[in-house]
């Protein structure tokens, strides 16, 4: 068990990394999952079909290693999204790196496989729990030993109850891995490919270290493109459509997407919920303030978010409003009930008791198990006569109960949060009891523990206190109030128009998205709207929806569809906007150069009423210079400087936010370490780099289509 012990140890982050990683783990069964027969479709790649059913098997799957791989059985919505997530793009990206692959003929043979896994060389088989703790690498051998054991257990029939359940899941796990490092040599080949044929000459490596090192002083002014007005110059349609033409591939759209207007209700707590959250709290703080108050239970009784542990603690791990107002209350005193705007809480807490001793300790334990508490007992006895003799090493005799006797140090912190056992309470409180050195035997059900508490840390005040927090929120009432509101307002305004119109007085704002994708797992981030997801990819344009509950079980939605962004190319009207600012900035440039013929210096320029100038040092071609008093940056500051001559004053340039007149006043060079060697390198694997994302490539050359939100 101490295999999975080690992979339980991984966090949330790292199990994710196994899954981004390469490209993991479906290419081995990708073409099996292409269904022959007629199914629903969870998405087509390239025209390979990807059932809903195989798809849902493939979640299933990685749901279960994560699951096992983190120790936890219940996945937050969130994280079961990620996963989705995930899957989907793994099977799309082994579909195109396979169909790639094999016009290329390049394979992975088992043979290569087995010659990874025996040296070792993937990087992905260190994520795996066969680990060498001397050498802290992947041992194949360790590997080997588990295969067969698992082979001759299923066979014999040994494999049962959590035996067999620890070995399946163990096996599957691998099972996993195994599939990754196909997947990843697969698309290593590939990418190797792809980066080797982006290559970097000399000429290219002396260029980049001159635009590095050497750098310029310059003089500039500006005429800013928002002093002339927009009635100035004109843009005609036919333009507009110019111009759209020539850039129509950056217009392509590789999936459809929705428009939509919608109103987004969040249910709030009424005064009167409040004021009986008040009184509740009210009534809990005066039942804390009677010398014999059983704490747990009144605690637990007033529905506090913060349950009550006998046990000191240092405020750092305790309520930031309860723990900045402890030195203000007595032994004995309850302070409240107080609100606490920053998590909207209604508040009351006892101060039960206060001490100074060392909150963090160093302690070891052996755990004694015999048939009965008299044969725990006993064991117990005779362990602790041999450690209280001179000299006695704690860890020999963990050892001889093949115990390790490890040191563990513990703080409030550790137990701060969460539910504790009778006798994980009997435990903490012996350790914070006992002194440095200190070897005591414990009860712990039929068993005995001893513990030896080896070090502790400087003392400081450390607190025990019964806290009453309650968050203000709304009762059933007060959401079927919200309810039955709305309802009418959807009711009596069936259209967009009318929703707009009525909204503000009704005490409603309508909000807009533009292109909603069906790959997103919610509407505008509200969590409970998958629904609302699924009706806007069926509505036809101008369709108003029913009223969706969503959220937290604390919002309400209506939606309406004002758009249809088809896949392939989107129509002029969706970018005109954007395509017209451009032209408008092309001619107020020729507009601002027309009214500059004869200025011939800097201050000839910098006198126009509408003129900014500024010094601008040490400009390399590198990078993209700001210039501050037009608020932006200017690549082309950087370029003019690169190439022009000292005292030379420039033809006006078109800059992104105004016209640019420029004079290099002094040029001078950078001291650098870097060579033409290490230039080179560098600029090669800046090269490998953007090889790498040639996934992406071959997702704009398919035809990719998401069906998942049907079913999903």
Not at 302 to 314: P, Q, R, T, W
Request: charged share 25%; aromatic share 10%.
């Amino acid at each position: 068990m101490a295999v999975l012990n080690t992979i339980r140890s991984w966090t949330w982050g790292l199990i994710i990394f196994i899954g981004f990683a390469l490209f993991a783990f479906v290419a081995g069964d990708a073409w099996k999952a292409i269904s022959p027969h007629t199914q629903q479709s969870a998405g087509v790649i390239d025209g390979h079909k990807l059932s809903a059913q195989e798809y849902q098997k493939l979640v299933e799957e990685y749901t279960d290693v994560v699951k096992f791989s983190t120790g936890n059985n219940s996945l937050t919505e969130a994280q079961n999204n990620q996963i989705k997530d995930e899957v989907w793009r793994n099977y799309v990206n082994n579909i195109l790196i396979a169909k790639a692959c094999d016009d290329l003929g390049i394979v992975v043979s088992n043979a290569e496989i087995k010659y990874i896994v025996d040296n070792g060389t993937s990087q992905l088989l260190q994520q795996t729990p066969f680990i060498n703790q001397q050498t802290r690498r992947f041992d194949p051998d360790m590997l080997k030993k588990f295969l067969l054991d698992y082979d001759t257990m299923s066979k014999s029939g040994q494999l049962r109850g959590q035996n067999a359940e620890y070995y399946q899941k163990l096996y599957n796990y691998w099972k996993f891995i195994e599939k990754n490092i196909r997947t990843s040599t697969l698309a290593s080949k590939y990418s190797a490919i792809i980066a080797n044929s982006l290559s970097v000459s000399g000429v290219e490596a002396q260029n980049a270290l001159v635009a590095e090192t050497n750098q310029s002083d310059l003089l500039l002014a500006a005429i800013p493109y928002s002093s002339v007005a927009d009635s100035l110059v004109k843009v005609t349609d036919s333009e507009i459509e110019n111009l759209y033409q020539s850039r129509k591939e950056q217009y392509r759209q590789f999936a459809e997407t929705r428009d939509i207007s919608y109103i987004d209700v969040v249910v709030k707590a009424s005064q009167a919920d409040r004021q009986l959250i008040e009184k509740e709290v009210t009534e809990a703080s005066e039942e804390l303030r009677a010398p014999d108050a059983e704490y747990s239970a009144v605690v637990r009784g007033a529905g506090s978010e913060v349950n009550y542990k006998d046990l000191f603690m240092v405020p750092s791990v305790m309520p930031r409003d309860v723990a900045v107002r402890l030195d203000s209350v007595k032994v004995g005193d309850v302070f409240g009930p107080y609100n606490n705007a920053q998590d909207n809480t209604i508040n009351a807490f006892k101060l039960v008791a206060k001490e100074v001793a060392a909150d963090s300790v160093a302690f070891r334990t052996i755990f004694v198990q015999g048939a009965d508490a008299t044969a725990s007992k006993h064991v117990a006895d005779s362990l602790m006569n041999v450690l209280s003799k001179k000299n006695a090493d704690f860890v020999a005799v963990a050892a001889s109960l093949n115990q390790k006797g490890t040191t563990n140090w513990w703080s409030s912190k550790n137990y701060a949060t969460g539910d504790l056992t009778p006798d994980n309470l009997t435990l903490i409180k012996a350790i914070y009891s006992m002194k440095k050195g200190e070897t005591k035997a414990i009860k712990m059900m039929n068993n005995q523990v001893i513990i030896q508490v080896v070090d502790q840390k400087a003392k400081e005040n450390r607190y025990k206190v019964a806290i009453v927090k309650r968050i203000v929120t709304f009762s059933n009432e007060t959401y079927t109030n919200y309810y039955n509101k709305f309802s009418q307002f959807v009711a009596d305004n069936p259209t967009l128009e009318d929703m707009k119109a009525n909204a503000e007085e009704a005490g409603y704002r309508v909000m807009s998205r533009t292109d909603l994708s069906s790959a997103s797992h919610d509407i505008v981030g509200v969590s409970g709207t998958r629904d609302a997801l699924k009706w806007t990819f069926d509505a036809d344009e101008g369709d108003v929806s029913t009223l969706f509950e969503c959220g937290d079980n604390d919002q309400m939605m209506v939606i309406a569809l004002t758009g249809i962004n088809e896949k392939g190319y989107r129509p002029l009207k969706s970018v005109a906007a954007g395509l017209r600012a451009e032209l408008l900035r092309d001619k107020k440039f020729d507009y601002i150069k027309a009214n500059l013929a004869g200025k011939k210096t800097i201050a000839e320029v910098a006198s126009q009423p509408e003129a900014v100038q500024d010094s601008i040092k040490r400009v390399t071609f590198a990078a993209p210079a700001y210039v501050s008093v037009l608020r932006s940056s200017e690549p082309m500051v950087s370029a003019y400087a690169s190439v022009a001559k000292e005292g030379v004053v420039s033809n006006p340039i078109k800059g992104n936010a105004g016209v640019l007149v420029m004079q290099v006043y002094k040029k001078d060079k950078i001291e650098s370490d870097e060579t033409l060697e290490t230039v080179k390198n560098r600029l090669q694997n800046m090269n490998a780099r953007i090889g790498s994302q040639y996934v992406n490539d071959l997702y704009l050359k398919a035809d990719v289509d998401d069906n998942r939100y049907l079913y999903f």
